[in-house]
DNA sequence: GTGGTCTAGACCACG
DNA sequence: GTGGTCTAGACCACA
């Protein structure tokens, strides 16, 4: 199974406290990391992505822009905007690969369980907070 | 190994774009789901939370509140805030402590290839994601 | 006589010792239960309170937050703070009116006896307390 | 019936958001204005108080200094809180029993209604507010 | 323009 | 010591 997909598909959670012009953002910038956009893709237009969730077209503007600003997509007046550039490999796709699908595992076994999306979030939360001294949000 | 502590200790995470007063909540929500924190045990005191982490008194203060108006835990004028319930235990101690050791096994293999915390934290919202309709926000 | 107005006025009574936040509170919910607030009305917008009555806009804004997590009301970002639903009207309008009109005719049968508002807001909680278990707050 | 009773019986509303020490002020005036309290009665004694109801005795000792500070009681030192004077008669006796007795009717007839004590307050309150300049605090 | 969050500092009520 | 409220003023996100 392949997690690649062609164009970014946007979702909003409006009970996270997160800004839903960064929660745009977050979403790019994660799948750029993980390789689902490549250089030279493109990301939906800003009507679709209004079509797609409830969002202001201002909003979604923003977001681009601060996307743009960061160095992670360009803007091509009358033609859309576009990735750049992989802000550097991690680690290999094929590696990456075998993580996806050893955590889908540990995810199935963990709903299997009982534990809801919460209590999910709260153990992946404390585990990665329990040994690191940075913090980093996520937003599954 | 017990990951049960004797009072909670937060971090903030600054990148995240997730109000402080709300990971507040969200860390207090999540230890209660975990059952890192029971029935009558107390939050630290604003003030010592203050002491703890660079933040406001007032922002503190907004996160217990938020919380008391959810039904979690309880302000007692002059002696503290103490936790009222569990909001209804999803699986075993057991049970979620195998998984926890899953999860940390997962993690070491995932860094240990190389990715960094923002790389795991977008291969697992993704993860999540991608078989649900409902949104969960974490901060790990 | 219709009792219905357009849009709230807040009014604060400085010797209650009910906090401010908390006035406005139940001054909105009030009004929502004798249907004086219906469901899509708006809320005056804090900058509008702020220019009403004397308080500061934090002070209006925890009320607002206070009536938005008790389903009360809901504040849109952007456009405003709207009333969410009546908690179930309790009795028929027309009989409300009648009762308003009685307990009017009451008042001033009161103050031609020449008690002044504490007295009469001393015999009501008196009348009520005495035949109930259940305890409530009323500022007229 | 005569709405006199030996001995005040106080009653806290832990919703209400007044202070329990003003709570106990409001109740004692308020008897005194109504005449159910006349000079040389005996207010309970704190430890009384604190039997009847769960209440620490400094908020007991506080609502009485503050009262004495009123020059509504004074505490004879080694025999308890006395009542000093009447604040002023509003009315006469017999009048203010009828309007007690016709209150209670009205009261009556809203619950009958299917009004609750939250609505019935709403509608006095609002009735009162709207003929006043003047507001006062209420706690049946 | 709207709501929303944060800081700073003061003051009150309760135990 | 504890929680709780208020003011003042700044800044952000959204329409």
Redesign the interface.
Known sequence: MD?RDAMIHF???G?????PY?QLV?QV???V??G?LQPGDQLPPVREVVRQITI?PNTVHRAYRDLESQGIVEGRTGSGTFVLALPAP???PQ??SE??Q???T??K??RA????????????????????V???????
């Open positions: 997690i979702r909003l959670d009970r996270s406290g997160v800004p960064r977050d910038r994660q799948a990391s993980l689902l202001n991690t680690t290999t590696r990456q993580l996806h050893d955590f889908m540990w995810l076994a963990a369980a009982g534990m809801d999306d919460e209590a999910i979030v709260a153990l992946v939360g404390f585990a990665m907070r329990s040994e690191n940075s913090n980093q949000s996520v937003t599954p």
